[in-house]
């Protein structure tokens, strides 16, 4: 099976900061990567999907980049709303797979 | 606009068959090539995918719940169930459906199902 590891697993930043997380895949996935931010007691929400397509209303501060084994998901500059968990998924062969996740604090 | 939405008993008992069923609204469950599909979020926890349906009717599990876990869609309702048995205290967790195909588009709010006796 495939593992998905993201780094860090907590992130302090502040509003303006560029914030980068990133998602390691233990095999290749191609693009199959997608991104996802999850507020408390909400469902999460698609972000970026084939690593780097921004899903239809996301704003254009969320980026995403990567193929292979190695992804990143870059916040241009962090708005209040940005606070939240991002997870990272992949898709290969019929399995789904996420990542532990990445908590935005405020610093 | 499409809506899953989650329902069925918040509590069941250890060694119990978990069952919840996703009613779809504003689309299909059967006109157009997606998955259908269930996640779950222990509290305080990740994701973790439990197991599709594409709307064929082939299913797919994750490896790690296969041997408890049933998915079934029923077309002339509109809407896909889980089944998962043998429950513990490890499956409490909100339980999401979502649609798919590589990534997960539109998801049900989540239900919470605690597992006590």
């Known amino acids: 099976d495939i593992q998905m590891t993201q780094s860090p697993s907590t992130l302090s930043a502040s509003v303006g900061d560029r914030v980068t997380i990133t998602c390691r895949a233990s095999q290749s996935i191609s693009s199959w990567l997608a991104w996802y931010q999850q507020k408390p007691g909400k469902a999460p929400k698609l972000l970026i999907y084939?690593?780097?397509s921004l899903e239809s209303g996301v704003p254009s501060r969320f980026s995403g980049s990567g193929s292979g084994t190695e992804f990143t998901l870059t916040i241009s500059s962090l708005q209040p709303d940005d606070f939240a968990t991002y997870y990272c998924?992949?898709?290969?062969?019929?399995?789904?797979?996420f990542g532990q996740g990445t908590k935005v604090e405020i610093k | 606009q499409l809506q899953l939405q989650e329902s069925g008993p918040g509590l069941v008992k250890p060694s119990e068959t978990l069952s919840l069923t996703c009613t779809v609204s504003g689309g299909s469950i059967s006109s157009s090539s997606y998955y259908w599909g269930w996640i779950r979020q222990p509290p305080g926890k990740g994701l973790e995918w439990i197991g599709s349906?594409?709307?064929?009717?082939?299913?797919y599990y994750n490896p790690s719940l296969k041997s408890r876990v049933t998915i079934s869609v029923d077309t002339s309702k509109n809407q896909f169930s889980l089944k998962l048995s043998s429950v513990t205290a490890a499956d409490t967790a909100v339980y999401y459906c979502?649609?798919?195909?590589?990534?997960?588009?539109?998801w049900g709010q989540g239900t919470l199902v605690t597992v006590s006796s």
């Open positions: 979502a649609r798919h195909g590589a990534q997960f588009d539109y």
């Open positions: 998924q992949q898709y290969n062969s019929y399995l789904w797979t």
């Open positions: 349906i594409y709307y064929s009717g082939s299913t």
């Open positions: 084939k690593a780097s």
